[in-house]
């Protein structure tokens, strides 16, 4: 039997489009952000935090070339954008105006990623589907560890993955949560995984069965990315 073993997430996005007016032409920041950044950061720049931070107020955040260095290197979720140089300025003069149009000719910009002028419609933005708490809406678990069997298709086993600490408080466990990165296997049998995003816990899974057999914290009061932790498995 080859077995898979795979993380995954039941949460609900939303988006939309909405119409291009002709009649009003798009400066050129505004198409770049537009056609690069709204998908992510929606068209009021808002975004959809965690995962897509609100790029609101940035200059009150971040200087000008804080921002060029993100979009040349990326950061977390956000890839960087290579061969982006002449579209960088008039971007980050945008942001940097909080979305007020500059000054300039609402030319279309000649970017596979930045033409919208042209385009009947523009998407505008992904959204996170919640309840009026914040919590996905949609029945939990929100994040699953599953093992399949590949010859078949068959789930061999399926177990919630991640917690929030709140709801555990309340009593509300097991729920799962988003996670982002895949599980290790040893050769013991031990699936090791970090990856939810609100509890910052480590855990180790009996790969056979799915069983719990282990958990650590991860550096909660931590940024992420703040530290390398290093575990050792127990001698026999």
């Given at each position: 039997m080859t077995r898979h073993l795979v993380n995954a997430n039941d949460v609900v996005w939303t988006g939309s489009l909405t119409k291009n007016d002709p009649s009003k032409p798009i400066p050129p920041g505004a198409q770049v952000y537009q056609g690069a950044c709204s998908s992510c950061h929606g068209l009021d720049r808002k975004g959809s935090p965690p995962e897509f931070p609100s790029l609101v107020g940035i200059g009150a955040r971040m200087s000008e070339q804080e921002i060029r260095n993100?979009?040349?290197?990326?950061?977390?979720?956000?890839?960087?954008?290579?061969g982006f140089d002449e579209y960088k300025k008039p971007l980050i003069d945008y942001l940097l105006s909080d979305g007020a149009p500059m000054p300039g000719a609402a030319r279309e910009i000649q970017n596979p990623v930045a033409r919208v002028n042209n385009a009947p419609y523009r998407f505008t933005g992904y959204r996170r589907f919640t309840d009026p708490d914040g919590y996905p809406a949609v029945k939990p678990p929100w994040g699953t560890?599953?093992?399949?069997?590949?010859?078949?298709?068959?789930y061999l086993w399926k177990v919630p993955l991640g917690e929030y600490p709140e709801l555990v408080a309340q009593g509300l466990a097991d729920t799962g949560s988003e996670n982002y990165g895949g599980p290790v296997v040893t050769a013991g049998g031990l699936v090791i995984i970090g990856a939810t995003k609100?509890?910052?816990?480590?855990?180790a899974f009996d790969r056979r069965t799915g069983s719990l057999l282990w958990r650590a914290a991860r550096d909660p009061k931590g940024p992420r990315g703040s530290a390398y932790v290093a575990f050792a498995l127990p001698q026999r």
């Open positions: 993100i979009l040349t290197t990326g950061r977390g979720r956000m890839p960087p954008f290579p560890l599953n093992a399949i069997d590949l010859n078949t298709g068959r609100f509890d910052r816990q480590i855990r």
